[in-house]
């Protein structure tokens, strides 16, 4: 199983498509880096300008964590289709092939190959979010340098001191892991029906896509049913950054997501150990 796992890295990392998502990654971060570094502070005053006519705010506003977390409020809800690309030709990819009976002539179950497709997702999403964090955070702290972070919402805005902020942007780098391998798994599923990775990667964003809708309409309807959304925990990293951090509502995020990534992974390996691959 080792032998696969490592086979399985070795195709991922060896497809083009691959380095486009961390490519696609750097570029939306630069964009949005230099676009703050010509005109950010023009940007700043104004979506700060209720603020300064009721307070007197001293030091550097403009600073590397608030372009961090501008660059993750605008980047991550594009990163599921990054992730689709390569997890949702997990299984697709193989059976498009014809290389998924060749796969299984070996010592392996059909459930421990569901478990390596899924390592592996897991593996690349995992450096997919630790390069978001190179590029989101890192180099905003370098091109902008530190200081304390406002955070503006719709009704208030947070402040937080600098030395209280590193371990909100590790915490929050870690929960949008936890909200990327949801979708991972979800693409994986959806890849066991199909023998062309475009429709997994298809319905993958179309899922996302509905359930986001779904998550952000106010109606009484959609309001019974958005608590059981995974879309709807997606966002919980959010949390991180208000003041008092809401812990028991991102503890009942991550339990959803969990729940969800188990339950997906569980179907696959239902389905797939059904599914006939003579054919």
Not at 119 to 143: D, E, N, P
Request: a positive charge; one cysteine or more; glycine letters at 6%.
């Amino acid at each position: 199983m080792i032998k696969l796992l490592w086979f399985e890295l070795y195709k991922i990392f060896r497809r083009p498509r691959t380095y486009i998502s961390f490519g696609i990654v750097t570029a939306i971060t630069s964009v949005i880096q230099l676009a703050m570094l010509s005109d950010g502070e023009s940007f700043v005053n104004f979506a700060m300008q209720g603020i300064n006519e009721q307070f007197e705010i001293q030091g550097r506003i403009m600073n590397g964590y608030l372009i961090g977390y501008i660059i993750l409020q605008s980047l991550l809800i594009h990163i599921p289709l990054l992730v689709a690309l390569v997890a949702g030709d997990s299984l697709a990819g193989e059976a498009n092939l014809g290389t998924l009976r060749l796969i299984l002539t070996r010592p392996i179950s059909r459930h421990q190959l569901i478990l390596v497709k899924f390592i592996s997702s897991f593996i690349y999403t995992t450096l997919l979010i630790i390069w978001l964090a190179v590029c989101a955070l890192f180099f905003s702290l370098w091109l902008f340098g530190t200081g304390d972070m406002i955070n503006l919402k719709s009704d208030a805005f947070i402040l937080i001191l600098k030395d209280d902020l590193m371990w909100r942007y590790g915490a929050a780098f870690l929960f949008a892991m936890l909200a990327m391998t949801t979708i991972a798994s979800l693409a994986i599923f959806l890849s066991a029906f199909a023998d062309n990775a475009i429709g997994p990667i298809i319905s993958t964003m179309g899922v996302v896509v509905v359930l986001t809708i779904l998550s952000n309409l106010e109606l009484p309807l959609f309001n019974l049913v958005k608590p059981y959304l995974f879309t709807t925990h997606m966002i919980g990293w959010k949390g991180f950054f208000d003041d008092p951090v809401p812990y028991e509502a991102i503890r009942r995020s991550c339990f959803v997501l969990v729940a969800y990534t188990i339950g997906f992974l569980g179907m696959t390996m239902l389905y797939f150990n059904k599914k006939d691959i003579r054919s």
